[in-house]
């Protein structure tokens, strides 16, 4: 493993231990040029998924960018991080078993508003807003309603 801060390939693992219910393994790693640590993770890729955006183009599925998007939408939120790596790694694991390597957006996003809403409801609204491209008062009125009529 390269030190990300001298670039040497000199590094060793100072601890390893499973995270996210054993679907990964968190290392430190010590650099041996520079004395810097830092720690890596390493997860099981059953396959590479490619999302198919609304606009047609295809892009590769990023587990780093659905992990930022789900914080942004749980910031300052009383939300304790590991909840919020279960909830992605749970997403991950249910794309990686469809079986197919091509994943529509809308079923990527589905699958985060519908964990959102399990998790806070605050941050479900906070996501949908982005990802239903809120641009009035109005939108979030009719998404409330509909909310709050579906819970009743």
Do not use: H, W
Not at 86 to 104: K, P
């Amino acid at each position: 493993m390269r030190c990300p801060f001298c670039a040497s390939e000199d590094t060793q693992v100072k601890d390893s231990r499973p995270t996210e219910d054993g679907a990964a393994i968190r290392r430190r790693r010590l650099c041996s040029s520079c004395d810097a640590r830092f720690t890596t993770f390493e997860r099981v890729q059953l396959r590479e998924l490619v999302i198919l955006k609304r606009s047609g183009k295809k892009a590769p599925f990023d587990r780093d960018k659905l992990m930022r998007s789900i914080s942004i939408a749980v910031r300052k939120r009383n939300i304790d991080p590991d909840r919020v790596e279960t909830m992605v790694s749970g997403i991950v694991r249910r794309l990686e078993a469809r079986g197919e390597t091509e994943i529509e957006s809308s079923v990527l996003g589905g699958m985060v508003m519908q964990g959102l809403q399990e998790l806070d409801e605050v941050a479900f609204v906070r996501y949908a807003s982005v990802y239903n491209k809120f641009s009035r008062v109005e939108d979030f009125e009719k998404f409330l309603s509909r909310m709050a009529s579906s819970t009743e």
